[in-house]
Antibody, heavy 120, light 110 residues
Framework: EVQVLESGGGLVQPGGSLRLSCAASGFSFSNSAMSWVRQSPGKGLEWVSGISGSGDSTYYADSMKGRVTVSRDNSKDTLYLQMNSLRVDDTAVYYC?????????????WGQGTLVTVSS | QSVLTQPPSASGTPGQRVTISCSGSSSNIGSNYVYWYQQLPGTAPKLLIYSNNQRPSGVPDRFSGSKSGTSASLAISGLRSEDESDYYCAAWDDSLSGVVFGGGTKLTVL
């Protein structure tokens, strides 16, 4: 059974940092591109970042470029998102997603999400 | 303001057919696959349609996707009460080098 499980969310002050993790199981992690997608309270979905299966290619949304770094450890089947200089408007549920196939945009498995709250 | 444009709401009665549109540009829908997601209240989104018109295993054939030029549509036939949900379209954008989503459409089953 495919599973992706996020952790690391919580309350952080503006300007602070947080690292999210996503433990994957049930599929060939190293052969799967992964992405982080977020959803602010009451708002729509926003793609944050993506990384290829090998980790050689990374992509970022303009809204978080320069403040986040996506990485992965294929020996541990784990995806990460390092977030720095957090702002109040970064408050959201962050989802870890597995990409379907070879084309970006199709996420066939989602975690339950981890809530990041940026507030003083 | 989302890169892909969806109507904020749609509605229909049980058994009816409804469509939800998603408008983009040549850099996203016009040159890449379109994906559709269903998000029930309080849950993670679920992939409904991939590669413009393909259904993942387990998705009823009442759901169908199409694409023409820089626009795409999700059609739901034989509408049921459990289809009441938020629906999002998504595509890769070559200019932004990232995935873009529509703002979402809230479907109400009257």
């Amino acid at each position: 059974e495919v599973q992706v499980l996020e952790s690391g969310g919580g309350l952080v002050q503006p300007g602070g940092s947080l690292r999210l993790s996503c433990a994957a199981s049930g599929f060939s992690f190293s052969n799967s591109a992964m992405s982080w997608v977020r959803q602010s309270p009451g708002k729509g979905l926003e793609w944050v970042s993506g990384i290829s299966g090998s980790g050689d290619s990374t992509y970022y949304a303009d809204s978080m470029k320069g403040r986040v770094t996506v990485s992965r450890d294929n020996s541990k089947d784990t995806l990460y998102l390092q977030m720095n200089s957090l702002r109040v408007d970064d408050t959201a549920v962050y989802y870890c997603t597995k990409q379907e196939g070879y084309n970006w945009g199709g996420f066939d498995y989602w975690g339950q999400g981890t809530l990041v709250t940026v507030s003083s | 303001q989302s890169v892909l444009t969806q109507p904020p709401s749609a509605s229909g009665t049980p058994g009816q057919r409804v469509t939800i549109s998603c408008s983009g540009s040549s850099s996203n829908i016009g040159s890449n696959y379109v994906y559709w997601y269903q998000q029930l209240p309080g849950t993670a989104p679920k992939l409904l349609i991939y590669s413009n018109n393909q259904r993942p295993s387990g998705v009823p054939d009442r759901f169908s996707g199409s694409k023409s030029g820089t626009s795409a549509s999700l059609a739901i036939s034989g509408l049921r009460s459990e289809d009441e949900s938020d629906y999002y379209c998504a595509a890769w954008d070559d200019s932004l080098s990232g995935v873009v989503f529509g703002g979402g459409t809230k479907l109400t089953v009257l």
